[in-house]
């Protein structure tokens, strides 16, 4: 049940984001299938840091482990930080990659 109101609830500001976007702003609706398409890339890319960034802390934190003989808990890589940065990585590569050369 509550997985279906938060559907609801992205459906719903997604609609009225389609409205003040075609209505308020006067952008054209046949440009929001290539803008879909660039933000699932980006999506796309937040997975790849995320991924790279995990596989580093795990490296890093095995590393430590290895050479201190202390335990570092896998815990620490466990911070929504972690998400939130690699969407600030693949948002700097996505506007990078746009930019005439």
Known sequence: MAS????????????GAYFVGTRGFGLRRDRLTPATIEALECLGLVMVFLVGNLAAGV???LGLRALTGRFISMYWLNDISVLALSLVQALVLQSWLRRPK
């Open 59 to 61: 490296a890093l934190i």
């Open 4 to 15: 279906l109101l938060i559907i609801g609830i992205i459906a719903l500001t997604s609609l």
